[in-house]
């Protein structure tokens, strides 16, 4: 149980282009995603929190413009990297909170590395 | 959420028990302890989590000193898939959101 998953897996594309990268939670509930970016030999930076039918809350120095979140459902979080550049080429990942609450833990997504060329 | 300190790396023969500290002096009565671990190029995978006692799964087993200011996460026959970046998280219900420190990088040598 407790699966998400996590689409594309790999994305490379042109500079300027807007990429959408599609968080799901398989087989359970998620109020609460979120979004996380990796660069290579670092640890985790959480970007953004994702609440089901409300505004995504941005961590300091993430621009709400440039990385664009939409929770529509339960099960579905989407992030859009707006007009990409080189920079933006990192590894994303995120991940999902059973509404259930309480300790639950995360479970979270495979990652999409994204590359702008 | 507590801050976690943990070693950057560590070695450790396969079939052998690997033992990976994590300390987190100022954790709060209502954080628990979150392991998670990272395999190359994949998500982080959730292993094990408690309060204060100690806790036994099909993976792992995570033992919690009585202060609870440090904790040790046990894998007890660790094999070549078990190299990974091994991250210690203490974490309340109340703020939802995960800080990562920086892992401990456990390698296992044949």
């Known amino acids: 149980g407790a699966v998400v998953s996590q689409h594309p897996s790999r994305v490379i594309c042109k500079s300027g282009t807007s990429v959408k990268i599609e968080c799901r939670s398989l087989?359970?509930?998620?109020?609460?995603m979120f979004w996380y970016r990796q660069f290579p030999k670092q640890s985790l930076m959480l970007m953004a929190t994702?609440?089901?039918?409300?505004?995504?809350?941005?961590e300091q120095g993430v621009e709400k413009d440039k990385f664009l979140i939409n929770h529509a459902s339960l099960t579905l979080s989407t992030l859009t990297v707006t007009s990409a550049h080189p920079e933006d080429s990192s590894f994303y990942i995120c991940?999902?909170?059973?509404?259930?609450?309480?300790?639950?833990?995360?479970?979270f997504g495979d990652g999409t590395r994204l590359s702008i060329l | 959420d507590a801050k976690t300190t943990q070693p950057p790396s560590m070695d450790c023969a396969e079939g052998r028990a690997a033992n990976l500290p994590c300390n987190h002096s100022?954790?709060?009565?209502?954080?628990?302890v979150y392991w998670y671990r990272q395999i190359h190029s994949q998500g982080p995978q959730y292993i094990i989590h408690?309060?204060?006692n100690n806790e036994t799964n099909e993976m792992a087993s995570l033992i919690i000193t009585e202060d609870r200011k440090s904790s040790t996460l046990i894998l007890p026959h660790a094999t070549l898939r078990d190299t990974a970046v091994y991250y210690c998280?203490?974490?309340?219900?109340?703020?939802?959101?995960?800080?990562f420190g920086t892992g401990t990088r456990l390698k296992v040598l044949a």
């Open positions: 991940s999902a909170r059973n509404s259930g609450g309480g300790n639950q833990p995360q479970h």
């Open positions: 087989d359970f509930q998620a109020t609460t």
């Open positions: 994702s609440n089901e039918g409300s505004k995504a809350t941005y």
């Open positions: 100022t954790i709060s009565g209502n954080e628990y």
């Open positions: 408690g309060l204060k």
């Open positions: 998280i203490a974490h309340s219900s109340g703020t939802y959101k995960y800080i």
